[in-house]
């Protein structure tokens, strides 16, 4: 009886730090104290995620470091040692604060206490409101454009080139990030879509062309060849075999050189080329320093411009172990997703009495949701230097506490996350790198 009784009042505790958490979630991607000019400079952002922190780390037990966690934590030392040894320093000290409270922080947060599927749920729902909030800011935007700007909520203005590119609040003011988000939605929206009634069905295909429209207002095309990517991804694996999926994950990067090399990510050949010599500018800062890279922020100073591409970005500023730890995050999570979306498919399901069974089927749906939001991040981060933007970490926390909800139904999942399983993710974060090399070398 008094395990029960403390295992309550964990709960309990976890819920307040739970709804410090969803404050912040809501301040982040929503951003309404920065609608008015008077309230923009408040911290409200800070507050809840400190908040959130504290209560987490004093009342949440147990306090479990996953795998994940400690490869994100492993990499904030390599990027102080990396920045000190390219002669910068202790810059490397700011820079890896800065990822610890932008990155770590909310993964860490995200990713333990995110523990019902009533909480990812509320998450989902607001992620789904701040992109339609951000499509109909852009939409105010286009409709006032002047010919140079169009004005939206908040001050937020659109980037006019040669076409009008809306941008919304916060670090979603590129309007890359924000088709990068709205790309990442797009499975949450066909989950409420595919669960709900018919009221909910029509309301979730309005907001997915609205999330289309939005797209096409960013006027970035890495994130529009994102929407496409991810629908072409699901048609994959719902419908091909283990080793046809396995052929067009490692062709991907292959075809997506190809394809930036005969300018159909840019409106200009020169821009094009310009985005392959920044990857093989990458290539080489790799292949100089194999082990610690330029340094993290040195990418601009060697080629003078990012990578626009995140994978390239990593790799040409923290080396071989620094993007071993970044892409690995990745992979780690990716072959697990999939790796439950192929037992589902093949209806491999453990043990478990009729209304367990049915609880772990919901589970397994919101983590396919999930597996698909991030293959959208990594698509679109093929085409932009978005490594260490928070929306990719809020995202990853969410994956990795469905899979701590979905090891507690079945324990044996659990191998998906031992040290072996950490580095073959390791190694095959490699092939992006090496798929772009070799194309690369045929191209250029």
């Keep these: ?121 509320l998450i989902m729902v607001v992620m789904v409101v701040a992109a339609l909030l951000m499509v109909a800011n852009g939409y105010l935007q286009q409709i006032s454009f002047n010919g140079v700007y169009g004005e939206g909520v908040g001050g937020s203005m659109s980037v006019g080139r040669e076409e009008i590119r809306i941008t919304y609040l916060g670090f979603f003011g590129d309007p890359n990030d924000l088709g990068m988000f709205l790309v990442m939605c797009i499975p949450v929206a066909c989950y409420f879509m595919n ?9 979730m295909f309005i907001t997915l062309v609205a999330f289309g429209y939005g797209i096409y207002m960013t006027g970035s095309r890495g994130t529009i060849l994102g929407a496409l990517g991810v629908i072409a991804t699901y048609f994959l694996i719902s419908n091909a075999g283990v080793k046809l999926i396995l052929f067009g994950v490692l062709s991907a990067p292959v075809a997506a050189t190809i394809l930036a090399s005969f300018g159909g990510l840019s409106s200009s050949d020169s821009s094009a080329m310009g985005r392959l010599d920044a990857w093989y500018d990458g290539v080489l800062m790799l292949l100089h320093n194999p082990v610690f890279g330029v340094g993290m922020g040195n990418f601009i100073d060697e080629h003078g411009k990012v990578a626009h591409n995140s994978y390239i970005h990593v790799a040409g500023e923290l080396g071989i172990p620094g993007y ?17 979306i192929n037992a589902t498919k093949n209806q491999v ?56 909800r979905i090891i507690n139904l079945d324990p044996s999942f659990k191998d998906c996350f031992n040290l072996r399983s950490c580095f073959i993710a390791m190694a095959w974060s490699w092939s992006v790198i090496a798929a772009v090399y070799l194309a690369l070398k045929v191209g250029l």
């Design 349 to 404: 399901f453990p043990d478990l009495d009729t209304q367990k069974l049915q609880v772990f089927k919901q589970e397994l749906l919101l983590n396919k949701t999930l597996f698909y939001s991030m293959v959208g991040f990594m698509i679109t981060a093929f085409f932009l230097s978005r490594q260490y933007t928070l929306v990719m970490f809020i995202f990853l926390g969410l994956q990795t506490a469905s899979f701590q």
């Design 324 to 340: 071993a730890l970044w892409g690995g995050l990745l992979l780690l999570n990716m072959r697990a997703g999939f790796s439950l």
């Design 195 to 203: 669960q709900g009634k018919s009221l909910t069905k029509l309301l």
């Design 1 to 121: 009886m008094p395990r029960i009784i403390k295992k309550e009042q964990t709960l309990a505790s976890a819920g307040l730090a739970f709804f410090f958490l969803y404050l912040y979630n809501v301040s982040v991607l929503i951003r309404p104290h920065e609608y008015s000019l008077e309230t923009a400079d408040l911290v409200f952002i800070k507050m809840f995620v400190v908040s959130a922190f504290v209560l987490t780390i004093f009342t949440l037990r147990p306090l479990k470091l996953s795998p994940q966690l400690i490869m994100l934590l492993l990499l904030l030392p390599h990027i102080v040692l990396s920045k000190f040894l390219n002669g910068s320093g202790m810059q490397g000290i700011d820079q890896a604060e800065r990822l610890l409270i932008s990155s770590v922080i909310p993964f860490f947060l995200y990713s333990l206490l995110v523990t019902t599927m009533a909480r990812q749920k």
